[in-house]
Structure formats: C-alpha cells, structure tokens
C-alpha cells in the first residue's frame, strides 16, 4: 500500500487560461511556502488551459503533476471535438480522470467505453484516475456495493496487465458531488473495502482508492483515515487555493501520524 497520499483537484468546467494561471501560481506560493512530505498533489484543468497550468508548474519548479479530465479512446482520426492521448503526453499530462459521472451521465460513456479508455491510457504510460459510484436511487435501494464492484470489474476487467502500477479507483457516490455534505465515513469504509477487494482479485492491490464528493478542509482528516482512502478527488474545493491547500495540508498531517 503507498505510504503517500493523492489528493486530485477536479477543475471541471470552470476557470479559463488566464484563472489557471493565477490559481497554480498561488498554489506554488502556498505550497513553497510549506512544502507538503507525504501528499501526490495532481491538478486536472479544462484542456484549453493545459498547456498554461504546464508552463507554470514547469517554470517555477511546482511539486504538482497534471490531468486531463478525459480523453479519447482513440488514437487519431475524424473524432470531432476529442482529444487524443498522445496529445495530451506532448503537453506534459501524467494523467486522466476516466469515467466521471458527469461524463457517464451527459455523454453516454458507458461501461465499455470506460474500459476501452482506461487501456487506451494505461496502455501508453499514463495513469488513470478510474471513477465509479452509485447514485441515489442505488444506494436508497441497497445495491451500492454491488452495483459499484460490478462498474469498477468492467472498468478494469481486461487488459489489467498494463494496468499495474497505473491505476488509482476514486469513489463518487453521485449524491454526494456538489453538495456541501459528504457520504460518512462509514460509507467510505463499507465501499473502499469492496473496492480494495475487487483490486486485489484483479491483482491490483497497490492501487490507491480515493473518495470524492464535497470535500472539504474540515471533513478531508476523517474521511482519510476512518474511510479508509489514500486520498481524494476533489471538486469544488480545488478551484481557490486556500482551500485546495487545506485538504493538502489535513492529508499530509494524516500521513505524517501514520509513518
Ligand atoms: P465536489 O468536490 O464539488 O463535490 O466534486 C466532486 C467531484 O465530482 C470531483 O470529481
């Protein structure tokens, strides 16, 4: 198991180049300022503000990595409006969250296609951030568990050799996004086991399992360690600074009262 944490800010469709750029230079400030020891900080901006959030994080020297927050399956071709990942290694991008409900949910990506884009990825030396999560509906049923295991299997069930190594699983439950209050920690627990055990059938069992859905400074400790996650994939809290750094800041002290 990694003895360090990944903490993702999902940007999501907000801020254009000139908002990136101030929001990583304020990142570096805070963080030069007091360097995190036992954190993975990786930011994930609209790709029109790549390419500026990578010249900064390269020119002042940042400790932060860079997502995509998608990618095609794709290798090239007549695919209107997609990005390739090839495109996205030229632009210095280590990863790309594959799979988020938003896109599950406003742009038909299926099972299948989360699948194919994960080998897609891992398959070229990039790492993907896998999301799965149940909705509302599923877990007012009960099926959480089962419906969560059974996204991730298919996400992951082929082509796991290259998937060693590059994979990380965070857990969205859908009800939980945007919303001010996050599943408990109890809930985190319950499903990060079921996914650890799910990676460890697969033969995936460095893998770190993250929790997203309003995270926040103050809820970022308890999640860690009573969720049992290795860290989180973050929303609305990553767009300013200060608060990014906040959820930095709880997981490293985390990590710090582990070693
Ligand atoms: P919030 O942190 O805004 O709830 O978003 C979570 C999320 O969807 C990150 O991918």
């Not at 198991?1 to 101030?22: C, I, P, Q, Y």
């Not at 790492?127 to 059974?150: L, S, Y």
């Not at 920690?185 to 079921?194: G, P």
Request: charged share 25%; with cysteine.
């Amino acid at each position: 198991m990694s003895t360090r944490a990944l903490v993702v800010g999902n940007w999501k469709m907000n801020l254009d180049f000139v908002e990136a750029l101030h929001l990583t230079q304020q990142l570096g400030v805070l963080l030069r300022h007091r360097p995190l020891e036992h954190v993975d900080v990786v930011v994930a901006p609209p790709f029109v503000d790549l390419r500026t959030v990578s010249s900064v994080i390269e020119s002042e020297r940042l400790p932060i990595a860079l997502a995509a927050q998608h990618v095609s399956e794709h290798r090239a071709g007549p695919f209107t409006g997609e990005v390739s990942v090839a495109m996205l290694q030229r632009l210095t991008v280590a990863a790309v969250i594959v799979g988020h409900s938003e896109r599950r949910a406003h742009y038909a990506m299926d099972d299948d296609v989360v699948a194919r884009t994960v080998r897609a990825v891992t398959a070229n030396g990039l790492d993907a951030i896998v999301c799965v999560g149940e909705d509302g509906d599923v877990r007012d049923a009960g099926h959480h568990v089962t419906f969560v295991a059974e996204q991730l299997r298919r996400a992951l069930g082929a082509g796991t050799e290259s998937h060693r190594a590059r994979v990380c699983v965070a857990y969205e439950p859908v009800w939980a996004i945007g919303r001010g209050t996050s599943a408990t920690a109890e809930q985190v627990r319950e499903m990060s086991r079921a996914i650890r055990e799910v990676l460890v059938s697969l033969n995936l069992g460095d893998a770190r399992v993250l929790y997203g859905g309003s995270v926040n400074g103050e809820n970022a400790s308890t999640l860690l360690r009573d969720g049992e996650v290795q860290g989180f994939l973050v929303g609305g809290a990553s767009l300013r600074a200060e608060s990014f750094v906040a959820i930095l800041r709880a997981s490293d002290d985390c990590y710090a009262r582990k070693r």
